[in-house]
């Protein structure tokens, strides 16, 4: 797959020919983006010719509603990587700043989507490149007439829930992992390098390792989760704490994950997080041997899970 940045996409070129052009923000790539990607992938292989994903770099309501907290399921090399798993020909991820704001329905149409020459553009039933008086798919299916075929991809939803990235995003956050799982395809994950934290873990007899992560990575709420974790290739079962080290009064919030059957020194690697299931809150407990007390159990509760997965 071959992936394009375009700073300033008005120059009137042409990135490709006859191309079916796929339209969205994708965070998450979740399975309602996987079902729009698939649909596109059997009209481009019918006729020939190449999948197209046109993308941003930021999502619209970060800059329009001046949202400086919004929070992203996927970093931008995480959805990278997932497109490359949907077999798409050209990833174009279009830098989202004031001036593409400011693009009228009719421009973004002429300026950006024709570069790609398009037979055909796929779309969500929710789409929207900026505000959403403006920038909806009513626009886009006035001003698209006679230039394009356009499909819309109607909504999804699993067991009831819509399945968006807004919802998995309050999923994640209320700690359900598991639904933003059902909901993604896959379980939730995050990168990030491993680096010293208070080193209590080790006094415990339970060293973690210390993930620093993208903080606009959206978190899941404090407590316990079952994890597993990848390091250099190799999966392992793990635990991962997400707080203050209640029983410590720390005033950081950080995430630490107890790797099962692992005892390298990693300090500086990066490692990626799978999230599956919430175990439980986070306790204050009133002494240290309540604490591994605890987490013995915990330990044995998560191991528990994953021999029955």
């Keep these: 797959m071959e992936t394009i940045l375009l700073d300033n996409p008005i120059d009137n070129r042409k990135i490709c020919s006859n191309a079916v052009v796929v339209l969205g923000f994708f965070d998450g790539v979740h399975i309602a983006h996987q079902k729009i990607i698939f649909k596109a992938r059997k009209i481009a292989d019918d006729k020939q010719v190449p999948l197209v994903v046109l993308t941003f770099d930021k999502h619209p309501k970060e800059l329009y509603l001046d ?24 990833l174009v991820v279009m830098t989202f700043n004031e001036s ?17 020459n398009p037979s055909v553009v796929v779309v969500g039933y929710d789409y929207t490149y900026g505000p959403k008086k403006i920038a909806n798919i009513q626009t886009l299916l006035t001003y698209s007439k006679g230039k394009f075929d356009l499909v819309i991809e109607p909504e999804a939803t699993f067991k009831g829930v819509k399945i968006g990235s807004t919802e998995i995003k309050e999923a994640i956050s209320h700690g359900n992992v598991k639904l933003a799982a059902d909901l993604l395809g896959c379980p939730y994950s995050m990168s990030g390098v491993v680096v010293h934290g208070f080193h209590r873990g080790h006094m415990l007899g339970f060293p973690t390792a210390n993930l620093c ?14 994890t597993q974790t990848l390091i250099k290739g190799k999966l392992y079962n793990s635990m991962t704490s997400v707080g203050y080290n209640d029983t410590f009064n720390n005033n950081k919030k950080t995430i630490e994950t107890y790797i099962f059957d692992f005892c390298e020194d990693i300090y500086g690697e990066k490692i990626i997080l799978y999230w599956y299931e919430f175990i439980r809150d986070n306790i204050k407990f009133n002494d240290i041997n309540s604490l591994i007390n605890q987490l013995n159990i915990d330990k ?3 191991q528990r899970y994953f021999d029955k997965k």
């Design 300 to 302: 044995t509760n998560i």
């Design 100 to 116: 593409t704001c400011r693009l009228k329905p009719a421009d973004f149409i002429d300026n950006v989507i024709l570069m790609f």
């Design 67 to 90: 949202d400086k907290n919004f929070k992203y399921i996927d970093t931008l090399s995480e959805k990278t990587a997932k497109m490359r798993k949907f077999n798409v020909d050209l």
């Design 213 to 226: 992560i993208n903080c606009k990575k959206i978190l899941p709420c404090n407590g316990v989760y079952a």
